[in-house]
Structures are given as C-alpha cells and as structure tokens.
C-alpha cells in the first residue's frame, strides 16, 4: 500500500512537462499550492516555490488539476496529428492584421509568418513580422522591434503584445522569432550532451543561428535601429550574444531574465507558515540526475498520446486563465493558447535540451551573467556589449532583481555612453508580458519612441 507520507515532487514531474517553461524554481506562476489544497481555485495567487505534495492529494484533486475533458484532449490530439502547422496559424488568425489564405482583416498592419533558412542543414527559423500595410512606407528605415520568448515557449505567448502594440505613425517592424529548435522553428537532432559538450559550444550553436537570422532579415544595416525584447532563457542567451556580437541592436529589454545571479530566486518569507511546514522545496535526487541527463520533461505530453493536451491543461488553464474570463474574443484566444501550448510541448524535443547546460536543478546559474558578462563592466575587453539595457520582472516574480539592480549600479556609474534601468510590472509574475500587458505594453512603447 502507498503511505501518505509518501512524497512525489508534482512540479518536478507532471507539471515540470508544463512548468519548466518557467525556468524551474527560479520562475513564473505555477500550479499553486493552494489550487491543490483548497477549492477556491479563483484567486490569481502569488508564485510559489517548487514544492512536493503527498500523493493521495494529488490523486484526489485529479480532476481539478487536469481540466480539459478526454474528449477535448483526444480531438487536440487528432488535429496535431493531421495538421500540426494550423494549430499556430489558427491561433495568429485572432490577430487583426494576420493574413493567410482564409482570413482577411481591417488594420493597418500586416503580418505573415516567415521561415527563415539558419544553417546548410534546412534548418529554419519560424518568425512573425508585423510591419505597416501602406506600401509607400520606406521599409530601410524601419525601426525593429523583436520578440523572443523563452525555455519551452513559442512566439505565440506574446499574442496580446502582438496585438495590441502600435507601429508608432508606421515607423516600426515587429519580429517575433521562435528560437531554434523551439516553437514552430524546425527541430533538428540536439546536437550535445551535458557533461560531453562545453557550453560554449552549445551557446555558439544558438548564436550563429540567430544571428543568420539577423543577416538574411537585413537587421544589421542599420543596427541602431533595433529593440530586441527576450525573456527568461530566451534574455539569458541574449545577453551573451549581446557580448558577442556588441553592435547588433540599440536596446535589449531583458524581461524576467534566467541564470543572472547565484542569489536564492525562493524566499521563504514570501509563501506563509501553512505552505513552509507542508512543502518540500528541495529537489529529490533522482530529478537533479535526470535533469543533468539532459531528459525533457515534455517527453510526458509527448508519450501520452490523446491525453497529451488533458495533461497540458494542467498548466495551461491556469497560466492564460484570465482570458477565459474575459469578453469572447480573449475566450477564443484562450482555447487556442491552450492548444497551441499542446502543440509546441508535443513537437520533438531539440532546442529545450539547452536548459542543463544553463541552469543547474533547482535553477541555480551554472555560469551567472553578474559573474561573466558583467563581472567588470569598466574592462572592454571583456565586457563589449555596446547597447542600452532594460530590466523588466514582475511584481510577484520568482526571478530574483536583486542581479539586475546591482549591474544597473554598475552601468550606470562607470559608462557614461551606456544606460540600464529596472522596471517592476505590477500585479504579474514570470509572464509578465502576459498577467498585466496593458501596463508592460505601454512601458514597451517609451522604450520604442526613445530610439
């Protein structure tokens, strides 16, 4: 018989298929404690530690943890066999300006979906351009402005920036990319192993893809034009290809950022008495192994067949829940956010198996950015990024500022030509571009009239 002290770590498990995409512990709104513990579910709560919770309650609250109905699931599923493809498109169709073959619209933007080709192998980069219908506008002197996302993500997230972000009296392009291997990019072999491969080698792999992509877009004409806005793994290998490539865009907005500084991201002080006597914050060996064994957690939707998108749910219904309250257009959204996170989690595992190499388990920093990239930020020789910086974490967020604070310093004081400010977005966690994008939409666009 299986003891109730028993302990199974459920973000560890099921829901690090769905919760990793908040770069682990150090992350984003999860799953709550509370929605397993109590029946009012409602309540936006706070981000919360990983925690590990005995496993008869979790049995018992099944049902309420995995929302989407078996019939639901099973119809997801046949469409991701028959078209994977329409599951992304189906999504951007909510998008006024989106353009295909079916879909017309009232706007003065336009956008298409672009594969860009990265490498001698077929490999592409799958990207969102939005740029002014009017075909007298000067596209050379576009300014740019670009999205990406990060681990486990799609450029999908960002469905409300994309929305509703103005092209500024049509001065603007907006790219949003899924990086390689990610998303709806294509999904080559993961060349490396953890353990086997330095992680120099592993991030050059991610760099020289993205910065084909820059080329062939004929983003590096006039650089200073450029706003690139990442986030969580997606910032962490930004800010390294920012020192590797210094002049490539004007400003990088660095949203949530991953593996910044060795500081704890959990605060214990933060989740109450109730949750530090009940939960269990420490990894379990075994997930600290498969961790290092490069095994993906997503291999869970993957393996399950119908039930991948009942597993997604688990996740997904929480995460993008405040537009199934909302009018039907955001209802519509939230049903196709949902089956598009069943969609990215179910296509073969590639890019996602960078995140050991980055992060060790619990989301501690194997190599800190305050500990490479800005570790003297007054030695140009080893600190050359060449543009402004722009931190961005959420009111409620698992990211630690407390990095970006002490480089904004840094910056600030000793580079004259250079700038850094952090910017907290109130009532949001981890996806703060999404809990509250009316309040980060709006400090997007100062950061866009400030170029």
Same mark, same amino acid.
């Given at each position: ?44 709560? #706070? ?100 999205? @990406? ?30 990086? #390689? ?124 067949? #119908? ?99 002490? @480089? ?44």
């Amino acid at each position: 018989m299986i003891s109730n002290n028993i302990k199974i770590n459920f973000k560890y498990l099921i829901e690090s298929a769905l919760a990793r995409l908040r770069m682990r512990s150090a992350t984003q709104p999860r799953v709550q404690i509370s929605d397993v513990a109590s029946n009012q579910t409602s309540v936006l709560q #706070p981000s919360t530690p990983p925690t590990a919770i005995p496993l008869m309650t979790i049995v018992k609250r099944l049902p309420s943890l995995f929302p989407r109905s078996v019939s639901e699931s099973y119809a997801d599923y046949r469409i991701f066999q028959t078209n994977q493809e329409q599951i992304q498109t189906d999504l951007l169709n909510t998008l006024p300006m989106f353009r295909n073959e079916t879909s017309t619209g009232n706007d003065s933007r336009s956008a298409k979906l672009y594969r860009i080709p990265v490498d001698t192998s077929g490999n592409y980069i799958n990207e969102l351009c939005i740029e002014p219908q009017d075909k007298n506008v000067e596209r050379n002197n576009l300014k740019h402005l670009i999205f @990406i996302h990060g681990y486990g993500a799609g450029l999908g997230f960002f469905i409300k920036n994309l929305e509703h972000l103005p092209l500024l009296n049509n001065e603007w392009c907006i790219h949003a990319i899924d990086l #390689p291997g990610f998303g709806y990019s294509s999904r080559p072999k993961f060349p490396f192993k953890y353990g086997v491969t330095n992680s120099l080698e592993v991030n050059d792999w991610f760099h020289s893809r993205i910065n084909n992509w820059f080329r062939k877009r004929s983003l590096l004409e006039n650089p200073q034009n450029n706003i690139v806005l990442a986030h969580s793994l997606g910032a962490y290998i930004m800010a390294l290809y920012a020192n590797k490539y210094p002049d490539h865009f004007k400003k990088l907005i660095m949203c949530s950022p991953a593996g910044v500084c060795h500081s704890n991201n959990v605060h214990k002080t933060k989740i109450g008495k109730n949750l530090q006597n009940k939960a269990n914050l420490t990894p379990p060996w075994w997930y600290s192994k498969l961790w290092n064994m490069n095994f993906s957690p997503f291999s869970l939707v993957r393996n399950s067949g #119908p039930l991948g998108s009942l597993i997604t749910s688990g996740w997904s219904y929480r995460r993008f829940k405040q537009l199934s309250q909302s009018d039907k257009g955001d209802q519509e959204q939230f049903e196709l956010l949902h089956r598009y996170a069943y969609g990215i989690f179910n296509r073969a595992g590639s890019g996602e198996y960078l995140l050991p190499f980055v992060l060790g388990c619990g989301g501690i920093p194997r190599e800190p950015l305050e500990e490479t990239v800005f570790k003297d930020v007054s030695d140009s020789i080893n600190f050359k990024a060449n543009c402004d910086w722009v931190w961005m974490y959420g009111e409620n967020d698992w990211m630690n500022k407390d990095g970006a604070e002490s @480089i904004t310093d840094e910056i600030n004081k000793k580079l004259g030509n250079k700038k850094s400010r952090v910017v907290v977005v109130p009532k949001s966690g981890h996806h703060l571009y999404f809990d509250n994008y009316q309040f980060f939409n709006k400090e997007i666009i100062k950061e866009m009239k400030d170029i």
